[in-house]
């Protein structure tokens, strides 16, 4: 089992950053993958960024130059730093962590919601 717990969402200008960050505990050397999904309003979930507990990193072509993701070697925490901010990227984003427990698990953050607006 893991339980995740995600910060840093918030209220931001188009044009601006925020900081994301997700704390995982209990069997976390099951993890080899963690990343962030965003949901936006009447939407579908997508991937944002993700990385492996190696350090290989892969981002939506959306984020790509402007998101930055980064894990410990541990699998505790996983961050995301999101800069040049655009309305288009408000949503819920959630934290995700997947383990090789019974052939492949899948853990999820509650969200944290960032919303980008003038």
């Known amino acids: 089992q893991v339980q995740l717990v995600e910060s840093g969402g918030g209220l931001v200008h188009p044009g601006g950053s925020l900081g994301l960050s997700c704390a995982a505990s209990?069997?976390?050397?099951?993890?080899?993958?963690m990343g962030w999904y965003r949901q936006a309003p009447g939407k579908q979930r997508e991937l944002v960024a993700r990385?492996?507990?190696?350090?290989?990193?892969d981002y939506a072509d959306s984020v790509k130059g402007r998101f930055t993701i980064s894990g410990d070697n541990a699998r505790s925490t996983v961050s995301l730093q999101m800069n040049d901010l655009e309305p288009e990227d408000t949503a819920v984003y959630y934290c995700?962590?997947?383990?090789?427990?019974?052939?492949?698990?899948?853990?999820w953050g509650k969200g944290t919601l960032v919303t980008v607006s003038s």
């Open positions: 995700n962590a997947r383990s090789l427990e019974d052939y492949g698990t899948d853990y």
């Open positions: 209990g069997n976390i050397f099951s993890i080899y993958a």
């Open positions: 990385v492996t507990h190696t350090g290989s990193a």
